[in-house]
């Protein structure tokens, strides 16, 4: 069974193949923006972040 990832409006579709994997990341504050980190060999890669509707947690630095 081949997986098959498509958006509404029809001009995304990535089917298993062609992905190398998924990463959930919190995205978390940097001066006006946010930023979600990613390891270092996706660098130059394009990449596709999926917003959900369930808000992560935020660790704050120097907070566990």
Do not use: C, H, W
């Not at 006006?32 to 630095?61: F, W």
């Amino acid at each position: 069974m081949v997986r098959r990832l498509e958006v509404d409006n029809g001009k995304l579709i990535l089917t298993e193949n062609e992905i190398e994997g998924f990463l959930e990341r919190t995205v978390t504050p940097i001066g006006t923006s946010g930023k979600a980190d990613v390891p270092r060999r996706y660098i130059g890669r394009r990449v596709y972040v999926i917003i959900t509707k369930n808000p992560g947690t935020i660790q704050e630095k120097g907070k566990k």
